[in-house]
């Protein structure tokens, strides 16, 4: 009996490494390294990685959002495509949920984060971005309690 109970508490922690290990997330030093290298590997870094390196971001919002699934298994937010058009390269497949959207006017850089890995990043000038900032804090103004996200 007890040397079941040990083969059994071996192969839950087994299981559980594998199944950490399979995440697909490297570690935080390693993402800080990815982006300090101006690298930026899709559904690999967190928001955690960026505001370790680049710093807290002067635009962000949460929202649900639903997200265009690229052939190439990048995803884009159904907000950076024009109404009633589908981006090139769409494969017919979609997900949503709670969206991060980080701004970097000094980097030059929109960042999309679903479940907490990046999945879509758009280079766009300062001046662009800092529009993008300043609409959401006007529609954040009039926006009810029903719409805002629930804090945690």
């Known amino acids: ?6 083969w059994r ?3 839950i922690i087994c299981l559980f490494g594998i199944f950490a290990g399979c995440s697909g997330i490297p570690p935080l030093a390693e993402q800080e390294q990815h982006i300090k290298n ?3 590997p899709l559904h690999q870094l967190t928001p955690r990685a960026f505001a370790g390196v ?3 971001p002067p635009y962000q919002r949460v929202e649900f959002m639903q997200f ?3 052939k190439d298994g990048s995803f884009v937010p159904r907000s950076r495509v024009a109404l009633g058009e589908a981006p090139k390269g769409w494969d017919a497949g979609v997900e949503a949920g709670e969206a991060l959207f980080l701004v970097y006017p000094d980097r030059g850089w929109l960042l999309v984060f679903l479940d907490e890995r990046l999945v879509y990043k758009e280079a766009l000038t300062a001046a662009q ?7 959401w804090k006007m529609e954040d103004r009039y926006r009810s309690r029903l719409e ?5």
């Open 1 to 6: 009996m007890r040397y079941s109970l040990y």
């Open 9 to 11: 508490r071996a192969l």
């Open 38 to 40: 101006n690298e930026m």
């Open 54 to 56: 680049w710093g807290v």
């Open 68 to 70: 265009f699934i690229m």
């Open 129 to 135: 971005l800092h529009t993008l900032g300043r609409d």
């Open 148 to 152: 805002s996200p629930a804090s945690h």
